[in-house]
């Protein structure tokens, strides 16, 4: 059985300017809910912001829209039409049967031809509003249900808005946080046009808080398509790939070519190596095959490179702290060191991994001496 996705479900209310009383009521219902995460354009559209971009955006993250109608809207051209033309592009993608446009009559109309194939729901008049209002709910629930989310915790939205456990991407890779780092890279990614609340905690899931955290967000993979080459990033539920690609494009184009080279030139000249800066945009958006090469083989030399020099940290400090050599050996602290050994070769199997290979050779070796 798949793991249940843990997000709310994203409904997207589709309406005409006029309407805006009924469907303000209506969108602050279904958020309340705790496990719906809806959508109104002048709740999630900020000022200057690209309404088309936003509105293909939100279309394209949701589970369920609502076509909310009016005599007035489905007669009127304006953006209910232009909304329409985008959702059903959407629609057309879907598998059949699934339950992803519902109608919402508003009043008394007659639904759009390109629309009249979905069951449409009234809510109307006031009287019978609560009824009708359920009936929609048996409906997000049964598409929630279908996509395997919770509909039972009414913190659920709570919960998926807080800072996610994952740590920081940045923090992860050799170098990204140094004291020559632009200032502004430390942002929440929410300053990025089309990043809101819901869209900063998927974004969370993957490590990204920050603008630098995005910086540092390398590609997964890269597929060929026409000449170009396309970078693959790891995504969750929530977040595609043209989505993250265009927020990548947003901040690696603007900060990469900001960037302070940490590695000093005569290091990178012996070795070779192309800057940070040239770097971190040919291994986001590659112009060529070379150029990627060039790209990951200089974040592999910082890779080793700092790592080499934790090392050799490490190697100061060590011969830096004062020593002094035992006269005489407690052999009940050795048995009892031998008897910890067997414990832990009895029952640690972790002890196996790689990355515990030299204490392993070494408790070898010190409880094969107990044994002879």
Known sequence: ???????????????????????????????????????????????????????????????????????????????????????????????????????????????PKRIRRWQYVDHFPESQRNIAYQRLLESLKFRATHLGMSTSLIQQKEKFHTRSSIP??????????????????????????????????????????????????????????????????????????????????????????????????????????????DTLQQVHFPVSREKLRAALERLKFDEIFYLQMVFLRQKREWKSVSTERFSSIDENLIEKARGEAHKLFSKDIELSLPEHSLLADALKEFWADGKS
């Open 1 to 111: 059985m798949a793991n249940p996705i843990s997000r709310p479900l994203r409904v997207f209310l589709c309406h005409s300017s006029d309407d805006k009383p009924t469907v303000r009521e209506l969108y602050h219902r279904l958020d309340s809910e705790g496990w719906i995460d809806s959508w109104l354009d002048e709740k999630k559209i900020y000022p200057g912001q690209d309404w088309n971009y936003e509105i293909e955006q939100a279309v394209e993250e949701a589970d369920v829209i609502l076509v909310c109608l009016t005599k007035n809207s489905v007669t009127k051209e304006g953006y209910i039409q232009r909304e329409l033309r985008i959702i059903l592009d959407y629609a057309d993608y879907k598998p059949e049967g699934t339950l992803y446009i519902i109608p919402v009559r508003l009043e008394e109309c007659e639904p």
């Open 168 to 277: 920081p991407r940045s923090a992860s890779v050799p170098g990204a946080i140094t004291s020559a780092t632009p200032a502004a890279l430390r942002a929440r990614v929410t300053v990025l046009q089309g990043v809101g609340t819901t869209r900063e905690a998927s974004l969370a899931q993957l490590g990204l808080y920050t603008l630098g955290d995005m910086l540092y967000y390398y590609p997964q993979r890269y597929e060929s398509y026409q000449e170009k080459i396309i970078p693959i990033y790891s995504v969750i539920d929530g977040v595609t790939q043209k989505w993250l690609r265009n927020l990548m494009e947003q901040v690696v184009m603007h900060w990469a070519p900001a960037m302070i080279d940490t590695l000093p030139d005569s290091i990178r000249s012996a070795a070779g190596l192309i800057p940070m800066r």
